[in-house]
């Protein structure tokens, strides 16, 4: 298994969608890095992960950081199989992203300790977009980029 698709997938994916999530819940909420980052932890130890400060935040971002490469790792074995994945790549990196959000939304996050928020028209389509662009697109482009 090569890991350089991995290792640059998760991380350029996973830099994207955090820098895409600050953004977002800094203009529509005013919710500040750290408090996101929280958040994030907050799917693994629940509320009390508000209380943690620097040290829940930075689990927040290792989390974030794991699954960015965890999705990475899913496509690259998959495009092992089934190479059409990285002979169109945008398109499939598109199609991955929505299966990414759809299986984040309705499996990862309900068995996690996330507080449930709101569901909106709004929330559900930047939500859907970062992670069609900024998760699904540059993987498929990385996995592509190291399959030459």
Known sequence: MNLQPIFWGGLI???LDICAAFMTAWLRAGIGPVRLLQFVASGLLGPAAAQGGAKTAVLG???HFLI???WTIV???ASRKWLFLIERPVMFGLLYGIAVYTFMNFVVLPLSLVARRPITALGTTIGLLTIMFC???PIALVVRRFSR
């Open 61 to 63: 971002l290792a989390l």
């Open 135 to 137: 998760i699904g697109l």
């Open 13 to 15: 994916a996973g830099t």
């Open 75 to 77: 496509f690259y074995l």
């Open 68 to 70: 960015a490469t965890i």
